[in-house]
């Protein structure tokens, strides 16, 4: 079983930074696929990027490609989301998920291949 908790999260203004953190517990997590989800009032959830077990592979949404940038630290079980040249559109709460989807692909992008979730933090971006 993994758990994950996300961190990070708060108020920016338009052009800045933030790092979010996922804290996973649980021995299985440096064998998974990590997935990072946002979703915004009033819209579906959507994909924003993975990483895979390694770190070596890594995919992104068309959104963020260029400005985020997600990566992985399994020694201390903790993965990471680093988000430079914020807009109001990135402002959603942000998800952070993992399971055991092996090389990248599709499997990546769907949020229903994973089973295991955070329970999110807010980002807000001011114009």
């Known amino acids: 079983q993994v758990q994950l908790v996300e961190s990070g999260g708060g108020l920016v203004q338009t052009g800045g930074s933030l790092r979010l953190s996922c804290a996973a517990s649980g021995r299985t997590f440096s064998t998974y696929t990590m997935g990072w989800f946002r979703q915004a009032p009033g819209k579906e959830r959507e994909f924003v990027a993975a990483?895979?077990?390694?770190?070596?592979?890594?995919s992104y949404a068309d959104s963020v490609k260029g400005r985020f940038t997600v990566s992985r630290d399994n020694a201390n079980n903790t993965g990471y989301l680093r988000m430079n040249s914020l807009s109001p559109e990135d402002t959603a709460v942000y998800y952070c998920a993992a399971d055991n989807l092996g090389v990248p692909g599709s499997s990546w992008f769907r949020g229903s291949m994973y089973r295991h979730w955070g329970q999110g933090t807010q980002v807000t971006v001011s114009s």
């Open positions: 990483t895979s077990w390694s770190g070596l592979h890594t």
